[in-house]
């Protein structure tokens, strides 16, 4: 699991001054940015020197408290899924100041060639970086999806 | 059903040059908008002058080809689930170009006051506009999740 | 002058409940594509395609009066200065329910080649659809500036 | 002087593969909340508590050298301009892996009662914090606009 802290910033909330669900999707990307940074040159030497990238297939986000700004999350990343090509990670986003659990995001991935736009066999460094923070989920919610 | 031509923005694509993952979402909210635009006062008026917001507790979305800079996509928006506080929007959206589906996200929103923060009944006027374009989906894929 | 009518989105404004004032900028910028719209494939087939771009060199922003959801914008665009690789345009930012100046904005851009990052000479529909527009300002605040 | 490393992001690039000009605002807002940190509660404080904010009436912006995804900007913020009611923030973003300055950036905030949207005098933990960073620029360039 790798842990994000993430400020909210003043420009993150909506007219209903909670955090806008949008965001989240941006906040999941920047904790995967952060997983990633073990890679040599980081996600973006992936992306601008390799020209493989991590696009989404699917994205599942529960939301369960509202976050409001001046309050700060706490990302944790792990993958629950890894298959030849595709991963998925789960996103807890806590609320630092109480625990209370603000959203969960499942986020699956397919490690594609940028320059043709089509998948690609997932290269060891990042097979390497997602196993080692694996950990599958059981069965229940998720289980007749998944059957 | 309610249409949206959505032309994508120059500042709407990422560093892999499509459309940000995140960005579909903000289509979404844009597609909601619209929707309610039959609403006294549109949207807004619901939001800021009756205080009551319909904030996100699920997305699901699947992406399931890129846009780029220059595409627009058509947003179909439709109730595919409607309850007693809350409703589930379905968004398909498609290149205008090529008629490709470019993502379909489904998106279940609570009726709520946003002075408490708490839910509250759906107002007559906004369960007319959601029956209005209620779609009901058949068991398929989504069968297993929602038993 | 060219004109866009621009509503305020919802996840324009910030945890001051006003429009954002970096905003601003990206409502400048999608007047500038609008603006750019009667050229063949617009602004993104400058872009993508002839690889041209025209990025900001100078900025300056003036804000008067603030916006708010549910409010839309008229944004007035002209050329207020056009060289032979740079163009300043100006963007008028007015409320459209009472007629309001909230921000009038100058940006100034370069023809640019997007593969050298390097300026290059204007082309001539570039030119012509900016002479089209030009409305050369008199001296008053801006004079000890431009002198 | 107070500076704040800024990894560029995913997100933050437009479709010219560079930072869109509109992000440096963003930017140069997350330098001022980064400011007022030491301010008790920081910036939310100041904005959700008492309701005083620090709406922009004028920015100016310089841009000089792109920033692209995979790099990151060191911003040195500091006021050049204090007055009752009104500061004058400098930025300057500097390309942290060559030194070579990205943009400048002035941003003139009043003091603003966010419940009435007027003017409001000026904090003294917000006065005494402005003043602790003050590098009141020479005349040269702004010389004529300032007279």
């Known amino acids: 699991m790798v842990s994000l802290e993430r400020p909210i910033k003043f420009e993150d909330v909506d007219a209903a ?3 806008f669900f949008a965001r989240f999707l941006n906040y999941a990307h920047e904790a995967m940015e952060r997983f990633f940074a073990p890679l040599e040159g980081g996600y973006a030497a992936l992306i601008l020197g390799r020209r493989i990238g991590l696009p989404a297939v699917r994205v599942e986000a ?13 990302i ?5 899924h890894l298959g030849r090509r595709s991963a998925t990670f789960r996103y807890r986003m806590v609320r630092a100041h109480d625990g209370v659990l603000s959203a969960e995001l499942r986020h699956t991935v397919v490690t594609t060639d940028l320059e043709q736009l089509a998948s690609t066999p997932m290269p060891e460094d990042v097979r ?3 196993s ?5 989920e059981q069965a229940p919610a998720s289980a007749g999806r998944r059957a």
Chains 1, 2, 3, 4 share one sequence.
């Open 17 to 19: 001054s909670i955090v």
């Open 62 to 74: 529960e939301y369960s408290a509202p976050v409001r700004y001046g309050e700060t999350l706490r």
């Open 76 to 80: 944790e990343t792990s993958v629950v």
């Open 128 to 130: 390497a970086l997602l």
């Open 132 to 136: 080692a923070h694996l950990e599958p």
